[in-house]
C-alpha cells in the first residue's frame, strides 16, 4: 500500500492556481487531504478519496467540500464576533466497478466521467445554472 501523499489540485480561476492539499487523515476505508492555507479551520476546503471492497465490486467514492466562510463586517463596541460558515460548496462522484469487469472497463468509466465533467452541457449547468436543453 502506497503511503498518503499531498494532492496537487489546480483551482477554477482564469489562471488556474495550484492548491495542495495535505494529508489529515487516512484509514483503511478512507483518506482526507486539506488546503490549510486559509489558517482557520471551519475554511478549509478538503477532498476525501474512500475505497469499500465488497464479495462482489469495488466502490470507490470522492467528495471535494469548499466552505466560504461569512463575511464579517466591522465590530461592534469592541466586540469581533467568532469565524463562522457561510456556505459549503460541495461536489461529489460514486464508482461502481463490478469485479468481473476488466481493467479497459475501469478505464473507461473513469474517461467518461472525467471527459462528462468537462463537457460544455455540464460546465453551462454548473457554471450558469442552464438546463442541458
Do not use: H
Amino acid at each position: 500500500m502506497a503511503a498518503i501523499s499531498a494532492l496537487v489540485l489546480a483551482d477554477g480561476q482564469a489562471t488556474p492556481v495550484n492548491k495542495t492539499f495535505t494529508p489529515q487523515d487516512c484509514t483503511s476505508a478512507l483518506a482526507t487531504w486539506t488546503d490549510r492555507s486559509s489558517g482557520i479551520g471551519l475554511g478549509m476546503p478538503s477532498v476525501t478519496l474512500a475505497l469499500v471492497q465488497s464479495k462482489d465490486t469495488n466502490k470507490v467514492t470522492g467528495k471535494v467540500s469548499i466552505p466560504v466562510m461569512e463575511v464579517i463586517s466591522g465590530s461592534d463596541a469592541g466586540y469581533t464576533p467568532a469565524p463562522r460558515v457561510a456556505y459549503t460548496s460541495i461536489g461529489k462522484f460514486e464508482l461502481v466497478l463490478p469485479n468481473r469487469g476488466t481493467l479497459q472497463n475501469r478505464k473507461d468509466v473513469s474517461a467518461f466521467l472525467k471527459n462528462f465533467l468537462s463537457n460544455a452541457a455540464v460546465t453551462k449547468a454548473v457554471e450558469e445554472f442552464e438546463r442541458p436543453f
